[in-house]
């Protein structure tokens, strides 16, 4: 993988490297990877070299602090028809304007994964609406429960958070854009807290919110090289299982690590303010294909909605 940086110490600091720094010249990049570039660095001194990572990744961008979100601008690249090659990441040190699902802020401060992937199959992909968003879980959870102290803790809490104990520790946000069923490109965009436990008001949906060196304080194992390179590894395994078509294999494991299967929750309407409805309520029967869940009582699945468990979970998951 080529790895750009606008800062060459912090890059070392969470990738494994080879050879030395050499400046980039704006001029004599690729065209499209040039526009990234632009967009990611704002024309400011950049500097490449090889790393040693493994996988399917291409090109790594390493911003020390971003002005705003790589994710946002992953997408835009992609709906102006730039094409850009598969496996590209992007990692900041810390940031602003980063978000959460409908535009919640999330916090980005200096010691995390705030990690967006581009990945371009450019074939068909069974399920590809729901499957990548599993990738996405299913690796975050693959990642967490590696670690020595934390096996078999960390949790799905549907849809699309992760935590530990009770705890958010990651979320994740998905855009695909297709033609027909052929998926064109898919970004995936990863916050997770490894050192630092974000400043953030609790509320119904996260009365708490920690990082990975609260569960596990050897500095060996939770750090960010550490534990970015076990999640990349995680992501281009499932990324190739769901290449090959083993989107089932990846909802399994999604449910089996489900926060929220066998619990009493209440599902609110995902609206900003004071506008939020209870949509339901109830005990998790079941996840269905599409991620919808079946709760005892109600009719209808669920489809959409903010959740909040209302009850304590005390299951596991290996």
Known sequence: MIVFTDHKEYAESILPSQGNWAPVDYSTTDPNLGLLMKELYCEKSVYKRQSRCQGRWSYGFIVKKAPSSHFDHLIQLSQRNIELPDGIICQAGSGHKFHGQRGRPWAAPEGNIHLSVYLAPKQKIKGYHIGFPVLAAVSLIETLNAMEGLEGRAKIKWVNDVLIDGAKVAGFLV???????????????????????????????????ASLRKFVQDSSISNRKKVLMRLLACLDNNYNHLLEGKYQKLLDSYR?????IGQSVKILSDTPGKGQKEIASGIVRDIGENLELFLEGEKKPVTKGRLI??????SSCA
């Open 175 to 209: 855009h695909t854009l297709s033609s027909e069923d052929t998926v064109i490109a898919a970004i995936l965009g990863i916050g997770l807290n490894v050192e630092k436990a974000p400043r953030v008001k609790p509320d119904p949906f996260f009365p708490k919110v």
């Open 256 to 260: 089996k690590c489900s926060l929220v």
């Open 309 to 314: 468990l209302t009850r304590k979970n005390h």
